[in-house]
């Protein structure tokens, strides 16, 4: 079964086991994150009417990969160069 959720305006499509980069959290590593469900899959492809809750363990928090921002206007000598690192949280889905 598969079970749809909403983290930080993100939807993410997980069923039991599954381990994925989310928008950084405001909980500790080894702590436990209670959502509830949007809408559940079953193996048939039907949606069921989502009940409980779905349990997120924190395992680390780390930064994503660089985005390198380049801005350039030609013939006018301007040349601007950034890079950005996006926070993020790893987690595991232990129950739906």
Do not use: C, W
């Not at 000598?77 to 129950?95: A, D, F, I, P, W």
Request: hydrophobic share 35%; charged share 30%; net charge positive.
């Amino acid at each position: 079964m598969q079970t749809l959720i909403k983290i930080s305006g993100k939807q993410y499509l997980v069923k039991t086991g599954d381990k994925l980069f989310i928008p950084h959290q405001d909980t500790e590593v080894g702590n436990v994150i209670d959502l509830k469900p949007l809408a559940q899959i079953d193996q048939d492809k039907t949606s069921i009417q989502p009940s409980g809750n779905v349990q997120l363990k924190v395992l680390e928090h780390l930064k994503d990969d660089k985005v390198v921002v380049f801005k350039k206007k030609r013939r006018k000598r301007y040349q601007k160069r950034n890079g950005h690192r996006q926070l993020m949280t790893q987690v595991e889905v232990l129950s739906i």
